[in-house]
């Protein structure tokens, strides 16, 4: 019986890991507390850091605390302004 809930389990795993994406997960609420390293990091109001892609530095570089923030999987969205960034989180 467990290594049939083991086989599920990993199907249910396989099925997820490989279906396409068809929704973005994103969370409005949040606001840059800092800018560092010329716009490759970001630390959000919830404590969040964020290391901003290098090619996307240029526009991050110029964001402001207190800009309001949309974050959607690895993008980070400055509503004020309507700029995207791609950006992993680190912590």
């Not at 507390?33 to 490759?40: H, P, R």
């Amino acid at each position: 019986m467990q290594s049939l809930a083991k086989w599920l389990a990993s199907l249910v795993f396989l099925a997820l890991a490989t279906s396409p994406k068809t929704a973005s997960a994103c969370d409005s609420g949040y606001w840059v507390q800092s800018v560092a390293d010329d716009g490759g990091i970001i630390v959000l109001n919830d404590g969040t850091i964020w290391e901003v892609s290098s090619i996307d530095k240029i526009n991050s570089a110029l964001w402001l605390p207190m800009t309001e923030i949309v974050v959607c999987d690895d993008k980070l969205i400055n509503v004020d302004d309507n700029e995207t960034v791609e950006a992993t989180r680190i912590k």
